[in-house]
């Protein structure tokens, strides 16, 4: 060992050693930094265009408004790809306007980019925007309610539209602002409208082509109220026969109840609309029948008050003995002075007979002593006469007399004593 360490090479390769320790320790800085940056490869470069980043505008967001700015932007990436990726993936860089020096007009301004790290590099697609700035005004707008009528179901009107709150404040830049014609708000159902409804409508704010306008609206929603109707109006009805009664059976009147109908829908129909009509079939009737009865059909109506009524039919049968005959119901002169007689010479019975027809229940109520047989003899003279027989009967039979005038023979009684 002590001849290797007093050889020559030994002190050789010690000095190598410690020239190599000095070298390293004055250049540690340099050599780290060389081992810490990427090489020149393409594999460890890496390009990347991120979509739609978000474009932030600095301005005096107070007073004025700033219009024509894209709401995003595209930025390409390059660098070191972890660097590319990690920016990429959380982008947590910074794209902007700053329009805190530039005045009201229009402006083409550069879009910036902040809070990316320096090793990388950055293109905005676009690099610049066109953008007007202008005053910010406030304006208070009457909203104008809408809704659509063919929402209505059949036979209902609209009564009315109200809106609540009835203003809004309408805020924007002062040009825009200038050019608002309408506020609207539309209320939206799903559902045929038969009743008063409320909902909430979105306010729109339109332009005179009805182009929606960017401002904005407080409050965005208003609640719009359609009060809705269901006209009507008080018609007759009128009983429609069908059919006929059976052999032997007679009508003798015929009624409704009520007598009269509401009837409900659209205006325009109610007009058109003089009555109503209740049909009932005689066919089958063969005795004093009420009936419950349906009004007719009415399909373009929306509702008809009451859906039936009763008939009431009122009928007779027919006796069948037509020649019915009261015999010798008696006649009765009058008028004739105190000093003339009479006889009556045809028929020498001073009676006549009566033949009879009509409702059977009816004819068998029917006597003599309903019948009333006068002969007026005044004025007449002496002689021989044919006297026509005044009569008077019952209303609701037929009746007919055997013979429509009698003989009678007057005479004077002071002539007769004398002879």
Same mark, same amino acid.
């Given at each position: ?150 929402? $209505?179901?059949?036979? %209902? ?5 109200? &809106? =609540? #709150?009835? /203003? @809004?404040? !309408? +805020? ?33 704010? $339109?332009?005179?082509? %009805? ?5 904005? &609206? =407080? #409050?965005? /929603? @208003?609640? !719009? +109220? ?194």
């Amino acid at each position: 060992m002590d001849k290797f360490m007093e050889s020559r090479w030994f002190m050789r390769i010690v000095g190598l050693l410690l020239a190599l320790i000095l070298y390293m320790s004055v250049n540690f800085g340099d050599l780290q930094k060389e081992a810490n940056r990427p090489s020149s490869g393409s594999s460890q470069e890496d390009v990347e265009t991120v979509q739609d980043v978000p474009l932030e505008v600095f301005y005096d967001s107070d007073n004025l408004v700033v219009t024509g700015m894209p709401e995003t932007v595209n930025v390409r990436l390059e660098g070191p790809k972890a660097l590319v990726q990690a920016a990429k993936q959380v982008k947590d860089f910074q794209v902007y306007v700053d329009l805190n020096d530039v005045g009201i007009g229009n402006h083409q301004v550069e879009v910036k980019i902040d809070n990316l790290s320096d090793k990388m590099k950055a293109k905005v697609n676009p690099g610049y925007v066109n953008v007007s700035v202008q005053e910010k005004v406030t304006k208070e707008f009457g909203v104008e309610p809408e809704f659509n009528e063919g929402l $209505l179901a059949d036979g %209902y009107d609209a009564q009315g539209l109200a &809106v =609540e #709150p009835k /203003t @809004v404040k !309408v +805020t924007g830049a002062k040009d825009e602002v200038e050019r608002i014609t309408y506020v609207k708000a539309t209320i939206d159902v799903d559902n045929e409208i038969n009743q008063n409804v409320t909902r909430e409508a979105q306010v729109q704010v $339109l332009d005179r082509n %009805y182009n929606k306008l960017d401002v904005e &609206v =407080e #409050p965005e /929603t @208003v609640d !719009v +109220t359609v009060s809705v109707t269901n006209p009507s109006k008080t018609v007759p009805i009128s009983v429609k026969e069908k059919g006929e009664l059976p052999e032997g059976v007679t009508l003798n009147s015929i009624s409704v109840k009520p007598k009269e109908a509401t009837i409900f829908g659209n205006q325009s129909l109610l007009d058109t609309v003089k009555e109503l009509f209740a049909e009932v079939d005689l066919s089958d009737i063969k005795k004093d029948t009420t009936k419950k009865v349906k009004i007719g059909p009415q399909s373009d109506l929306n509702k008809v008050t009451p859906e039936e009524v009763e008939i009431t039919i009122d009928v007779s049968q027919v006796s069948t003995d037509e020649n019915k005959e009261l015999t010798g119901v008696p006649i009765t002169p009058e008028g004739l002075p105190e000093d003339y007689e009479y006889t009556v010479t045809s028929p020498e019975a001073e009676a006549v007979d009566v033949s009879l027809s009509g409702p059977q229940d009816e004819v068998s109520k029917v006597t003599k002593d309903d019948f009333s047989l006068a002969l007026d003899l005044s004025g007449l003279e002496p002689g021989e006469h044919e006297v026509e027989i005044t009569a008077q009967g019952p209303d609701n039979v037929d009746w007919t007399l055997s013979q429509k005038t009698v003989t009678v023979e007057i005479k004077d009684k002071n002539t007769s004593a004398d002879g």
